[in-house]
């Protein structure tokens, strides 16, 4: 705790703010439920008055008023002076479904799954086991898979939320010195179209499960980009993985126990040429375990989500990436709480 000046007085407001903090997050997702930010990008102008607002988006009169005048207190809507409404340079950006750069499958998810999930919070702690879909036994992956509608959903989320760091990666990683990338557990395929799109040397492509295929087909094909990356289907625990010059996994290790962990580093070790890099990014924990309050939150949405998994610091990949023979480890920020390890073989 810093010290406190004479004259400061010592306030309740930022533990209230924490406190009730999910009232704006809640409004905030019910908005990208309902398509307001959507509605508002497709309308003449850009804009829309109140009452053709609540008419468009089903609103009852009772609630439209403070709903909208929350969002813009929330800063992600505007108001003009002549009362009708408007999108922020943000959320016309992040929040149009239609455009490229949509982040709100992210918060479809966070609102239809995450939400109602982390109101166990509680009996996660106390308990240990995951509040999901897999609280019946399975893995999440098992259950999201079983439904064709919610694997939709789940892997249009991760594209969202891999779109800034693979932006990142693009600019950080010397890719000019590599040839091929593959991302393990790919998804969509967000993370390997932002890199060959950058970057038109590589080849290479996404392994991830067998009914993820159709997905990543289309999103690189949307992307023109079937010539250069290729699905790969397989379990990456009881499959090799496929050889290329760098192995990229995104928010995959945070997924699994110790054990397992150290099985997934040990396996992208076998499939790299000497010389390759395996990069790991997730929302790496500070080593001191003080600051990065997202990474933290993240391993507790793990706790919730899965049956062993949990986030970790920089200093605890990389010792696991040199205990498993890589002869370099760094961490190197990526964007926001996000950072990557790079192990060198
Ligand atoms: C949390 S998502 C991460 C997606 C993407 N890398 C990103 O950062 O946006 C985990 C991915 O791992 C895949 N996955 C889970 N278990 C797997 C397994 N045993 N073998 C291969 N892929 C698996 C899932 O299908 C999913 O696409």
Known sequence: MGERGP??????DAIMQLGLGFWGSKTLLSAVELGLFTELAAS?????????LAGRLGL?????????????????????????YRN????????????????????EMANARL?????????????????????RGGDI???LYADPERLKGFVKAMTGLSQGPAQAMAAKFPWRDHRTVFDIGCAEGGVPVRLASAHPHLTGGGFDLPDVRPHFEAHVAAHGLSDRLAFHAGDFFTDPLPRADVLVMGHILHDWDLEKKRLLISKAFDALPPGGAFIAYDSIIDDARRENAFGLL???NMLIETRGGF???????????????????????????LSMVVGVK
């Open 44 to 52: 003449a102008g850009g804009t829309l008055d109140a009452d053709s």
């Open 60 to 84: 009852h009169a009772r609630s439209a008023r403070d709903f909208l005048d929350a969002l813009v207190a929330l800063r992600v809507l505007d108001r003009s002076d002549d009362g009708s």
């Open 115 to 135: 939400y109602p999930f982390w109101g166990s919070l509680t009996e996660a702690l106390r308990t240990g086991e995951p509040q999901n879909e897999a609280k």
């Open 141 to 143: 992956f098992d259950e």
């Open 298 to 300: 993240m391993s507790l």
């Open 311 to 337: 986030d970790y610091t920089g200093a605890d990949c990389m010792g696991w990436m040199r205990q498993a023979g890589f002869r370099e480890a760094r961490t190197e920020h990526l964007v926001g709480p």
């Open 7 to 12: 004259d400061e007085q010592v306030t309740p």
């Open 88 to 107: 922020t340079p943000e959320s016309e950006l992040f929040l149009d479904r239609r455009k490229p750069a949509y982040v709100g499958g992210m918060l």
